[in-house]
C-alpha cells in the first residue's frame, strides 16, 4: 500500500517560515502530481472539501491559491519521490492542517490514483 510520509509542521509566530516535506513510502510507476491542501484544525471535511494550497506536476508546473502566491514555494525532488512547501511571511489564517496529496500510477494498467497523507498541523500565532 502506497502511504504518504509528511512532517515539518509546528508551532511559529507570524511573520516566520515553515518547510513542509512529503515523501512517498514505496516506488511507483511514475508521479503525475503532488501538492498540498489544508483545513481549519478541528474541522471534519470530505478530502474534495480541502483548499488547494500548492500543486506540481511531474515536469515542474506549479499553481498556487491566491492567498499564498508569493509567499509559498512548492517544488519536488522526482529522485527522493518527495515535495516540499516551504512557507514564508506566515500569517495567522494560514493556520491549518496541511495534507499531502498525490495522483499516481502504480502499473502500467493501474492509472491516476490517489492518494492522502495524515495531516501536519500549522499553527502561527499573531
Known amino acids: 500500500q502506497v502511504r504518504l510520509v509528511e512532517s515539518g509542521g509546528g508551532l511559529v509566530q507570524a511573520g516566520e517560515s515553515l518547510r513542509l516535506s512529503c515523501g512517498v513510502s514505496?516506488?511507483?510507476?511514475?508521479?503525475?502530481?503532488m501538492g498540498w491542501y489544508r483545513q481549519p484544525p478541528g474541522e471534519e471535511r470530505e478530502p474534495e472539501q480541502r483548499?488547494?494550497?500548492?500543486?506540481?506536476?511531474?515536469?515542474?508546473?506549479?499553481e498556487y491559491t491566491d492567498s499564498v502566491k508569493g509567499r509559498f514555494t512548492v517544488s519536488r525532488d522526482n529522485a527522493k519521490n518527495t515535495v516540499y512547501l516551504q512557507m514564508n511571511s506566515l500569517k495567522p489564517e494560514d493556520t491549518a492542517v496541511y495534507y499531502c496529496n498525490m495522483i499516481y500510477d502504480l502499473s502500467s494498467w493501474e492509472r491516476y490514483l490517489e492518494v492522502w497523507g495524515q495531516g501536519t498541523l500549522v499553527t502561527v500565532s499573531s
Open positions: 514505496k516506488s511507483v510507476f511514475g508521479i503525475r502530481t
Open positions: 483548499e488547494l494550497v500548492a500543486s506540481i506536476t511531474s515536469s515542474g508546473s506549479a
